[in-house]
């Protein structure tokens, strides 16, 4: 079975470990990762500081210039690459476009243009003061070497958000992909490497103990991690114990929020793709369904109806529009969740019994007479199962809403826009849509606050947390 190997310094580079990447709708064994020895992690930290003088030497217009390259590799590569993505991460193939399944095409698709965006952006140096004595300006100094931890629910296109926006400004990376989705990042970062400095990017892979001793080792500068809280907590001990900046892309339990005035008809479409993207295994998906008693029951047999709809299986089949669970762990954890809450008496409207092997299936669930405090409301299921949880006073569901140590995102769904912005501004989240959910942007920066982490991605926003000020002071 082949190996597929980790950049470091321009050179692909295999371990005296490794392990077989699993296919979650089948079973069987895809190709073997490496687990990087503590040694490589250190040749791999070495080459991107060797590296990283020269490229933020380099003119701006010729790093833009390589990242565009980048973009049009990653789009002549997208085929094969959505093929990897499917079959590791399981989300089906899909399309791109507002009328297609997004699926590995449409993640390849958002890969090149984050990608693009950040080379068309500019961190221009800022006056901030300046009288008849002097002249102040703030610079914007890359970081250095930047260590990126990705997960394994989008793993090519967290990738590139850690990836693009660090090499943009003048760092260099070394990058380790989830253990459960290697395979796909080791080849887009191989296809990529071709057009860029040796050192300039690297790998290393293996699960989390390999992630650890990369965060916690002084020759790193900065560190974006992307994944559960339980490890954000981790990664921020090793940071502060070398003072290294970071940002913590972690958990969510997002409320969507619906008001008595919103079409239930209307919304249903776009409120079930933001709870279930990716077979709900997206950071910012709508977690935790609030509905207003007087539109309760037709949301409900709304989301029911295209719920059972939704052809499920291996995500190569073309047709197919949602995938199994990405592995065993989550899916236990689906299991275990929707068992609590039929202990706790709910509804199981529909779904709710795992389909069986091989390949970790399970049907969409949808899930009413559950309230705060039970498991499945309280707890981030990240798999396909929605709580609705019926309401009668928006201030009790605005409550609600904020009673978890969660933050990512939130919504709230009306026909009023200004009732829905009163709405919006009282949810401590760190983005709030209306009438739509986890519609990230790459203009748009996108973070957490609370327990879902700190720090922001995306935009020029985005660029700037992947660059340190360095103020330039001039006496007149
Ligand atoms: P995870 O924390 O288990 O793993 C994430 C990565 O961290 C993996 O690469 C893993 O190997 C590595 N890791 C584990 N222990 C480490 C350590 N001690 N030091 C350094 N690295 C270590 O998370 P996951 O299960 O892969 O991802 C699912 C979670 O991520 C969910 O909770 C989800 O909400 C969250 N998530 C958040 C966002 C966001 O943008 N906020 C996006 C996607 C996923």
């Not at 002249?135 to 250095?144: I, L």
């Not at 005035?261 to 409120?271: E, I, R, V």
């Not at 990240?382 to 939130?410: Q, T």
């Not at 709030?432 to 327990?451: A, E, L």
């Amino acid at each position: 079975m082949k190996t597929y190997l980790n950049t470091i310094d321009g050179r692909q580079v295999d371990s005296v470990q490794s392990f077989e990447s699993i296919n979650p709708a089948t079973g069987e064994a895809l190709g073997r990762v490496p687990v990087s020895s503590r040694g490589q992690v250190s040749e791999a930290i070495a080459a991107a500081r060797a590296a990283q003088p020269g490229w933020a030497a380099r003119p701006d217009g010729e790093r833009k210039a390589l990242l565009l390259q980048i973009a049009a590799l990653i789009k002549a590569n997208a085929a094969y690459l959505a093929e990897w993505v499917t079959r590791e991460q399981g989300k089906p193939l899909g399309g791109v476009g507002p009328d297609q399944v997004p699926g590995s095409r449409f993640e390849l698709w958002g890969c090149e243009v984050w990608t693009q965006v950040p080379a068309s952006l500019d961190l221009p140096p800022e006056l901030v003061f300046e009288d008849e004595t002097r002249r102040d300006e703030v610079h914007r100094k890359p970081h250095g070497v930047v260590a990126a931890i990705a997960p394994w629910n989008w793993p090519l296109l967290i990738a590139i958000w850690q990836i693009v926006p660090s090499l943009r400004v003048g760092n260099t990376v070394v990058l380790k992909p989830s253990e459960y989705t290697s395979i796909g990042t080791l080849e887009l970062v191989r296809i990529i490497s071709e057009v860029l400095p040796k050192g300039v990017l690297n790998t290393i892979s293996g699960p989390g103990e390999v992630g650890s001793w990369l965060v916690s080792d002084p020759g790193i500068d900065k560190i974006t991690f992307t994944g559960s809280g339980r490890t954000g907590v981790r990664i921020a001990e090793a940071a502060a114990r070398n003072m290294v900046p970071t940002t913590m892309e972690l958990g969510g339990n997002d409320a969507a929020i619906v008001l008595p005035d919103a079409d239930p008809q209307a919304m249903a479409m776009g409120l079930f793709w933001g709870a279930f993207l990716n077979m709900g295994q997206t950071c910012a998906c709508a977690k935790r369904l609030y509905v207003h008693e007087s539109v309760f029951e037709q949301t409900v047999q709304a989301l029911k109806q295209i719920a059972k709809a939704m052809p499920m299986g291996n995500g190569m089949d073309e047709g197919i529009v949602m995938g199994p669970i990405q592995n065993k762990m989550q899916f236990d954890k689906v299991v275990a969740l929707v068992d609590s809450a039929r202990r706790a008496g709910a509804t199981i409207v529909c779904g709710g019994q795992a389909k069986g092997g091989p390949g970790y299936f399970y049907p969409l669930t949808l899930v009413t007479g559950l309230k705060d405090g039970d498991r499945l409301v309280d707890e981030e299921q990240f798999g396909p199962v929605l709580p609705i949880i019926k309401y009668h006073d928006i201030e009790a569901a605005i409550a609600s809403a904020n009673r978890l140590d969660a933050g990512l995102g939130a919504s709230v769904w009306s026909t009023n826009i200004e009732a829905a912005k009163d709405v919006a501004s009282r949810l401590e989240a760190g983005t709030v849509w209306i009438n739509q959910h986890g519609m990230i942007h790459p203009m748009v920066p996108f973070g957490g606050i609370k327990g879902s982490g700190y720090g922001v991605e995306f935009g020029v926003e985005g660029l700037k947390a992947m660059t340190r000020p360095q103020v330039i002071s001039v006496k007149k």
